[in-house]
């Protein structure tokens, strides 16, 4: 089942946000501001949501919870994934 939610999250992010912001206080906790979740939102979704994870799970953001923070971006960037351009 985590692993359901993970595929939909990198499917879907900013349906996961949306669903967090009003369904949860998950968000909420992670970020003071709403200008940073809005950024978020419709710039580095996933890292909007990798971010809010590792604040939530009170760990400081180092070992594993930085590669995951770091991941996220790259997934972002859309570095990570996508080689549809690479093959003709």
Not at 30 to 45: C, H, K, M, N, R
Request: net charge positive; with cysteine.
């Amino acid at each position: 089942m985590p692993c359901l939610l993970v595929l939909l999250t990198l499917a879907f992010p900013r349906v996961v946000l949306l669903v967090l912001f009003f369904f949860t206080h998950y968000l909420q906790k992670a970020y003071s501001e709403i200008l940073w979740l809005a950024l978020g939102f419709i710039f580095l979704p996933v890292t909007t949501i990798a971010y809010a994870w590792v604040v939530n799970s009170h760990a400081a953001i180092e070992g594993v919870y930085l590669l995951a923070i770091i991941v996220a971006a790259l997934i972002d960037l859309g570095l990570l994934g996508s080689h549809r351009i690479g093959r003709k």
